[in-house]
């Protein structure tokens, strides 16, 4: 009956199964090793001209080669890439810098998404309706995936920065995963 809006439910309180934790760490740092992985080959002839087919066609991204290369624009989505890792990373020591990171996946994937609807030759209808992914189409695929995995990042990063508010109030620890 006193409790005010900062005082868990009992159920919070219950320790988080160790399972459950270990899926999360491994959840987020694949997510940071695939975002290293996808900011560090930007820097690759090879890379930043294989994701300029896409961003040419992207109402979103395609103004970047009216006032940059090819190379330039493809080490500063490698090194925004790499700073959304690292951010990703640091949620056990700074969760609120990781729903910094969290925020900036999100919107890489939505953006790499976007490219679906943009870029033609993604997909064509076949007879029954259903379209028929190229490869581009295929490859960006993964990308829904990893949407999924980002959004959670951030929800992760977000309930942990809310509950180390509440411990600093002096309401005690608050255990979730």
Wanted: charge should be positive; glycine fraction near 10%.
């Amino acid at each position: 009956m006193g409790q005010d809006q900062f005082t868990p439910p009992a159920a919070a309180s219950q320790r988080v199964p160790r399972h459950s934790q270990v899926a999360g760490l491994l959840a987020r740092y694949a997510l940071v090793v695939v975002i290293t992985w996808f900011g560090a080959m930007k820097f690759t002839h090879h890379e930043a001209y294989n994701i300029s087919r896409f961003v040419a066609y992207s109402p979103l991204m395609g103004w970047a080669y009216h006032v940059m290369s090819i190379r330039t624009f493809g080490a500063l989505t490698g090194v925004a890439e790499l700073a959304t890792a690292a951010l990703l990373a640091v949620k056990p020591w700074a969760p609120r810098l990781s729903i910094l990171g969290g925020g900036l996946a999100v919107l890489f994937f939505f953006g790499t998404l976007s490219f679906m609807i943009s870029t033609p030759g993604i997909g064509e209808p076949t007879a029954g309706g259903f379209p028929v992914l190229s490869d581009n189409g295929e490859f960006l695929m993964k990308d829904i995936g990893l949407m999924g995995l980002a959004v959670w990042t951030l929800s992760d990063s977000w309930e942990a920065t809310r509950r180390r508010s509440i411990e600093r109030l002096g309401r005690g620890p608050v255990v979730s995963c």
